[in-house]
């Protein structure tokens, strides 16, 4: 109960952040932008870049588990990457795939921000990284539902 309420917070505060940040045109995005020239035959869709080094995962410790979630975070970000190319080549229109570039790059802003919303309440302690970690498998995973539910829309489509 406790976490989906801090997840909410954080959620609520990133997206406030964010809205902030685009008002004043200075949201920084992580990952590839494209622009409205660029040719539709070169639209794509970012790959996810974590900018961790790669831990070992060893349950015992903070630092351990860190280093598990990492892990799971890399294997989903994977299974995100491929799903969105999946999604993407099956959208109609430039004007669309751009949307969906642009919705993809937003996710992972918002992602970021809630996560780091949701470890700072272990600010200076050594479970800010866990809880930071932690929170990504966990929007990765809502990530892959969402992404199934869209791909499955487009897959009933005539």
């Known amino acids: 109960m406790r976490r989906n309420l801090l997840l909410w917070v954080a959620a609520l505060i990133a997206v406030s952040t964010v809205t902030f940040f685009i ?5 920084s995005r992580p990952v590839a932008r494209t622009t409205s020239t660029v040719a539709a035959a070169s639209l794509q869709v970012p790959d996810i870049q974590e900018n961790f080094t790669l831990l070992p995962c060893a349950r015992a410790t903070t630092v ?7 892990h799971q975070v890399l294997a989903l970000d994977r299974r995100i990457d491929q799903l969105q190319q999946e999604v ?3 959208l109609n229109g430039v004007t669309a795939q751009r949307r969906f570039i642009r919705a993809a790059s937003e996710w992972y802003v918002y992602r970021r921000l809630t996560c780091l919303s ?4 272990y600010q200076g302690g ?6 930071f970690a932690d929170c990504l498998v966990l929007i990765d995973q809502h990530r892959l539902d969402d992404l199934a539910t869209l791909k499955a829309t ?4 005539p």
Not at 154 to 157: A, G, M, P, T
């Open 23 to 27: 008002g004043r045109g200075e949201t």
């Open 64 to 70: 351990g588990l860190e280093g598990c979630a990492e």
């Open 88 to 90: 993407f080549h099956r």
């Open 118 to 121: 949701a470890a700072a309440a």
């Open 126 to 131: 050594t479970f800010a990284p866990v809880s």
């Open 154 to 157: 487009y897959s009933e489509s």
